[in-house]
């Protein structure tokens, strides 16, 4: 399993679509988190983006005490889908160029060609959480040096907690690309059913039972992307009016957690289990 573990990271590392959905996620988060607020800073008052907003407390959002609330507010839901769409094309791509079957033919077996593939993912995943903490944190010393602000820190536990947070909510998502990818056996179908379940879908509903049927909030709050965005606000500690979509106290930390483990568990085991039982042509 080692061997294939080592060949699935090298093909990820060689594979260009997993560096331009790197960068789509990096991008988003310097836009939203960094670049929008900035330009709302400078203009003040001609910028109708932050009326109302004192303009030191737009400055605050950009220093380094913010920068785990930058670098993790979007991953519930934009980087989030982004990471679904890089579990469908690492897995289903398999299927569509029919190498599937040759890997199959070789040893180990396919729980473990599939565990490998599943540890491979959460190995980009954890560069794309490194890669992008570290660009939203030089973006944050500039500023602060920039705009003569405070360069206090978060501390290194409350850093690692937000970037092992923001991990698992990636994970949870790219696992549901992969689930499904098996589930179809090809790339398009996973990639369009899961983005349009976490970008509107599933905040549909949650809009639905809140406003129409509130018995029926505990349903709402077992999804996916309510328990995302929940972990996301407990690890940050952000306040509601400052958190960003799909950003929300809907449960607990604690259950969050839980709940983005059993995820986690249920679509690697859906995906194992579906492997092993069903011919790959």
Known sequence: MLGSYRAEVLKLRKRSAVWVLFGAGLVLSLIF???????????????????????????????????????IGGYPIFAGALALVLGAIVIGGEYTW?????????????AKILGAQFLGLATMIAVWVVGIFITCALCSIG?????????????????????????????TWCLA????????????LPIGLGVVWILGIETLLAGAVNSLLP????????????????????VTGMAT??????????????RALATLLAYCLVFAGVAVWTTRRRDVT
């Open 98 to 110: 029919g190498t599937l079957k040759t890997i199959f033919t070789q040893r180990p077996g396919r």
């Open 33 to 71: 988190g960094y670049l929008l607020p900035y330009l709302g800073y400078v203009t003040g008052e001609d910028n109708p983006q932050v009326d109302g907003i004192p303009r030191d407390q737009v400055l605050a959002g950009m220093l380094p005490a913010r920068v785990i609330d930058n670098t």
């Open 177 to 188: 690309g992969a689930a499904l990818a098996v589930a179809f056996r090809n790339v398009a």
């Open 215 to 234: 018995d029926l909030k505990f349903l709402s709050n077992a999804l996916p992307g309510a328990n995302a965005g929940s972990l996301v606000f407990a």
């Open 241 to 254: 009016g400052d958190a960003p979509p799909g950003v929300r106290d809907a449960v607990g930390g604690g």
């Open 143 to 171: 500023i602060a040096a920039a705009e003569d602000g405070s360069s206090s820190w978060p501390g290194i536990l409350d850093i690692l907690q937000g970037l092992a947070g923001g991990w698992l909510v990636l994970m």
